[in-house]
């Protein structure tokens, strides 16, 4: 079955500056990679996603890239503000089957 | 739209007690999603549906948990007896019956065995 590993476990950066979170996955019939956001307490909420027909996707800050020969997909924040100090998940999915997460990325900005 | 409902939010129970958790989808999300998540992990599929059927149950420890769909819409996890290590918070997401559609999930319920 698919198994998702990311890296780091835990990122500190400086507000403005910009973080980077990598995610690799093991089945190559995965097509879709959703990021989640979780504040502490809360339940995860979807910020991006990107399908395997697709090599970068970006939203305003956050942008995500894929690499489907390496089988690895990465999270980029550019501009860090203190509210996206929270924990990343990464995910991976083959068509409508079993949505598995990675570890997750406790992202903390320093001010 | 009303999100995922899930109850109760909390739950304190003795080990080899018995529980269970409630979860209502979005209305319309064909597909239901129970994960677990222990304090500083991922969330862990334990069970997906489709409908009523099961698509995916090969994570969740069928000598103590089961969980059930019944008519298609709300579904229930149960564990019993409970462990120690059971302690987490228990997730429900759903989506809709698509490829590659976004996993909406509810507030979760906190369970502590003691």
């Known amino acids: 079955g698919e198994n998702v590993e990311q890296h780091p476990s835990t990122l500190s950066v400086q507000e403005g500056d910009s973080a980077v979170i990598k995610c690799t996955y093991s089945d190559s019939a995965s097509n879709y990679f959703p990021w989640y956001k979780q504040e502490l307490g809360k339940r995860p909420q979807l910020i991006i996603d990107i399908r395997s027909n697709v090599g970068e996707k970006k939203d305003q800050r956050i942008a995500v890239t894929l690499n489907k020969t390496a089988k690895h997909f990465s999270l980029h924040i550019t501009e860090t503000q203190p509210e996206d100090s929270a924990v990343y998940f990464c995910a991976a999915m083959r068509g409508a089957q079993k949505l598995v997460f990675g570890q997750g990325t406790r992202l903390t900005i320093n001010p | 739209e009303a999100g995922v409902a899930q109850s109760p939010r909390y739950k304190i129970i003795e080990k080899r007690q018995s529980v269970a958790f409630w979860c209502n989808p979005i209305?319309?999300?064909?597909?239901l999603y129970w994960y677990q998540q222990i304090l500083g992990q991922g969330p862990k599929l334990l069970i997906q549906?489709?409908?009523?059927?099961?698509?995916?149950d090969s994570q969740l420890p069928k000598d103590r948990f089961s969980a059930e769909r019944l008519k298609g819409v709300d579904s229930t996890l149960k564990i019993q007896p409970a462990k120690l290590e059971d302690s987490a918070v228990y997730l429900c997401?759903?989506?809709?019956?698509?490829?590659?559609?976004?996993?909406?999930f509810g507030q979760g319920t906190r369970l502590t065995v003691v």
């Open positions: 209305s319309g999300h064909a597909t």
């Open positions: 549906f489709q409908n009523n059927g099961v698509v995916d």
């Open positions: 997401a759903s989506s809709l019956n698509s490829p590659g559609t976004e996993a909406f």
